[in-house]
């Protein structure tokens, strides 16, 4: 072998050590949490900037625009509890959709993970099953509309990206464990080309596994 080949083989070796390290999946994330409030960010209140998010996370959702549906799968109808996940959490013909799902993120979350895919729902059923490869999916909100979402690992994280076909609102989600406090780490990343990027961190506890009853 060449010196030039060899150079070429340890060139090629360092690529895919580099990609394999950022997409070294953290397991850890996997499991129930619930939201911890007293630990996560806050939005500004109303007479503050409120950026790309438009108004204090929390309460109950906002009205969607004229002609668009209403949102699906409001917390506390409990419908969809226990069901497999069927979708998104909100829909719209608008980047309102993202906005909604930035503004009001779950009180719990249970996260699922396979080789290939991450299964995330909220506490009323309500979610999607992603694959981890990058490969995008695409629903349609309403109209000719189509919520794009890819999912990846990077650095350990687990690194969520939609945005709605015609818009330039983007919504990025980074779930990342915490080895120092044990906790689930939300960053949400909420970018509309109108307004300055915002983002926030939510903190989620660990709910555990309630204990089996003996036979």
Known sequence: MTRSALLAVLAAGVVLAGQASAQKAETRIAGRWKLNVQRSDKLPSADQDQGAFGAQWGGGPPRPPAGDPAPEGERGTGENRGRRPTGMRFSGMSDLT????ARHPPQELVIELTDSSA????????GQVLPTDGRK??????????LRTQAR???????V????????????????????????TLLVLLETGRDAPSEVRLVYDRIEAEPTPPT
Do not use: A
């Open 153 to 159: 690992w990077k650095d350990g994280d687990l690194r």
């Open 161 to 184: 990206e939609k945005q709605v076909s015609g818009t330039d609102t983007k919504l990025r989600l980074t779930f990342r464990y915490d080895e120092i406090t044990t906790r689930l």
């Open 137 to 146: 999916l695409e629903e349609i909100t309403g109209g000719s509309r189509k």
């Open 98 to 101: 993202l906005r909604m799902e």
């Open 119 to 126: 299964i995330i729902t909220d506490e009323d059923g309500l």
